[in-house]
Every structure is written in C-alpha cells, then in structure tokens.
Antibody, heavy 120, light 106 residues
Framework: EEHLLESGGGLVQPGGSLRLSCAAS????????MDWVRQAPGEGLEWVSG????????YYADSVKGRFTISRDNSKNTLYLQMNSLRAEDTAVYYC?????????????WGQGTVVTVSS | EIVLTQSPATLSLSPGERATLSCRAS??????LAWYQQKPGQAPRLLIY???NRATGIPARFSGSGSGTDFTLTISSLEPEDFAVYYC?????????FGGGTKVEI
C-alpha cells in the first residue's frame, strides 16, 4: 500500500526557516514525480513545487520562487522542501503528493499533511 | 498563469440527485484537467485525470467531460459520502493551478 508521511512542520517566526520531509513507502519512489501542495486555513489548494523522478526538473510557484527549494533523496525514499524567509502568508497545511507518472501528471496519492505556522 | 474558475461555489442537493460541477480555464488546457475531492480534515483524493479518466477505485457515478477551456464533473446520483469540496486542477502549463473549489452540501 502506498504511503506518504510528512513531517517537519511547526511554529516559526517571520523570516525563519523550516525543512519539511515526506517519507514514501509502498512504491518505487524514484520513478514518480513528487510535489508539494499547500492549503491555507479555510482556503483552497495551492500548488507549491514539483520535482521529477530523477531530480532533473523542478518548478516553483511564483509565490515561493527564490525562497523554497524542493529536493529528493531516492536512496532514502524521501522528498524535502526547504523553506527560507518565511512569511505569514506561508501559513498552511503542506501536503506532499505522488504523481501518476515520472513528470507532470495528476496527483495520484497524497499524504495527510504537516502544519506550518508563521507567526511572531 | 492559467486561472481556473469553478461554479457554482456551493451546490445544495439531496442524496440521489445529480450533481454537475463546472470548471472554466482562462486559456486552453487541452485535456490536461483533473478533479479532486476533499472532505473536512482530510487530504484531497484524485477522482478524475486528463478530463475523463477515473482514478483507481473511483466509483462509476463520477464522470468527467470537456476540452479546451470548459470542463464538467458529474456525479450521477449523490451518495451521502459524496458531500465534500471538489477542486479542478490543470497541468497544461506552469505554474500548476487549482480552481477555487465547489462545495457540494446537503
């Protein structure tokens, strides 16, 4: 059974940093693209960033470009999101999502999310 | 950025009724449109990908149609577990974008 488990969320001050992790199991991690999608309290879904199976391609939403970095370690079946220069508007539940294929396909499976709160 | 506009924002229906949800794109997304269901406190779940393909395990009462800029998610006969928020999402161009959601309520 496929499983995604996010961790690393928490309370951080504006301007601070956090590193989110997503541990994957139940599938061949390296053959699937992965993404981060966030949801602010009471709001809709916002795609944040995506990475191809072999890490050759990455994309970011304009709202996080230059501040967030997506990466993956296929030997550890783990996806990461390094978040720097955090702002109040980055407060959200962050979901990792497995795509249907190696790159640019629908989000087939989602983790349960980790909460990031940016506040002083 | 491709903007996806979902309508209506809220759909009030009864179990057994047919639900028709709309998603309109600001420019053509070809057939690269997906639909997700989200219940309170849960992660989203993929229902439909590439306009009309049901994801694994999704009941046949869910169907998708459309092309270009206009898309529809149809739930043929609402079950109690179908009352939720539904989002469309395009993968035609970066940044990937979601619609604002349609809440299907009893």
């Amino acid at each position: 059974e496929e499983h995604l488990l996010e961790s690393g969320g928490g309370l951080v001050q504006p301007g601070g940093s956090l590193r989110l992790s997503c541990a994957a199991s139940g599938f061949t991690f390296s053959t699937y693209a992965m993404d981060w999608v966030r949801q602010a309290p009471g709001e809709g879904l916002e795609w944040v960033s995506g990475i191809s199976g072999g890490s050759t391609s990455t994309y970011y939403a304009d709202s996080v470009k230059g501040r967030f970095t997506i990466s993956r370690d296929n030997s550890k079946n783990t996806l990461y999101l390094q978040m720097n220069s955090l702002r109040a508007e980055d407060t959200a539940v962050y979901y990792c999502a497995k795509e249907r294929g190696n790159w640019n396909s629908a989000f087939q499976h989602w983790g349960q999310g980790t909460v990031v709160t940016v506040s002083s | 950025e491709i903007v996806l506009t979902q309508s209506p924002a809220t759909l009030s229906l009864s179990p057994g009724e047919r639900a028709t949800l709309s998603c309109r794109a600001s420019q053509s997304v070809s057939s690269y449109l997906a639909w997700y269901q989200q219940k309170p406190g849960q992660a989203p779940r993929l229902l439909i990908y590439d306009t009309s393909n049901r994801a694994t395990g999704i009941p046949a009462r869910f169907s998708g149609s459309g092309s270009g800029t206009d898309f529809t998610l149809t739930i043929s006969s609402l079950e109690p577990e179908d009352f939720a928020v539904y989002y469309c999402q395009q993968r035609s161009d970066w940044p990937l974008t979601f619609g604002g959601g349609t809440k299907v309520e009893i």
